[in-house]
């Protein structure tokens, strides 16, 4: 069967690591003279990750063998989540979507939620748009008709449509591998498999 990006992280072993990053474009100047400093913000924001694994045995350790190869360096992309921030601290209920077209960058209004919830989402909340996954920045409550505005990161660079449904749980982005020389394994002479990668946000 012909291999169909994105793949799915084999669960044979839940990570024993996850680090994402966040990469922020901002060009920054000081004066050596006067310390004074020039700030110019850019509209790149993305998400690095480095994901480790605890030691497995050989058949525990194919799959991700397997996997990794199977991206071909940085061909391939793959879902990849916060294993910790799958469900919400806000109450996050409602059918969620976006209220209106033509909407970039780090404010985001939507409708369709439970009306009048104070805690709709929570600061540190996951939502996903499409492939991309945001953080929420501020606590969020929703109004008597159901809508809130959200302050998240990365900015929406590209305008989802008016309607578009909001994943609230078990949210994920697209991942591509940082570099297309990957380390698939290390094995010991106590034949256990250690295993990590890092990838960047595939954009």
């Known amino acids: 069967m012909a291999i169909s990006y994105p793949l799915t992280l084999p669960t044979t072993k839940a990570p024993k690591r996850v680090r994402l990053t966040a990469i922020n474009t901002v060009g920054f100047a000081r004066s050596p003279f006067t310390h004074m400093t020039q700030?110019?913000?850019y509209?790149?924001?993305?998400?690095?990750?480095e994901v480790v694994y605890p030691e497995m045995t050989r058949t525990e350790a194919?799959?991700?063998n397997a996997f990794l190869l199977a991206l071909m360096g940085q061909k391939g992309t793959f879902y990849l989540g916060d294993p910790l921030g799958s469900q919400p601290?806000?109450?996050?209920?409602?059918?969620?979507?976006?209220n209106g077209s033509n909407q970039t960058g780090?404010?985001?209004?939507?409708?369709?939620?439970t009306a009048s919830i104070t805690g709709i989402l929570l600061r540190g909340d996951y939502i996903q748009i499409g492939n991309r996954l945001h953080k929420i920045l501020t606590d969020t409550n929703?109004?008597?008709?159901?809508?809130?505005?959200?302050?998240?990161?990365?900015r929406v660079a590209i305008s989802p449509d008016d309607n578009q449904f909001i994943v609230t749980r078990n949210t994920v982005g697209i991942f591509?591998?940082?570099e297309n020389i990957?380390?698939?394994?290390?094995?010991?002479?106590?034949?256990?498999?250690?295993i990590g990668f890092d990838c960047i946000e595939a954009r």
């Open 89 to 98: 601290r806000g109450q996050a209920s409602g059918v969620p979507l976006i």
């Open 142 to 154: 929703s109004d008597a008709g159901g809508n809130a505005t959200l302050e998240i990161w990365p």
């Open 106 to 113: 780090n404010t985001l209004v939507t409708d369709g939620w």
């Open 182 to 194: 990957t380390p698939i394994y290390e094995a010991n002479e106590e034949r256990v498999y250690s």
């Open 43 to 49: 509209a790149g924001q993305s998400w690095s990750a």
């Open 39 to 41: 700030v110019q913000e």
């Open 62 to 64: 194919e799959d991700f």
């Open 176 to 178: 591509r591998l940082s």
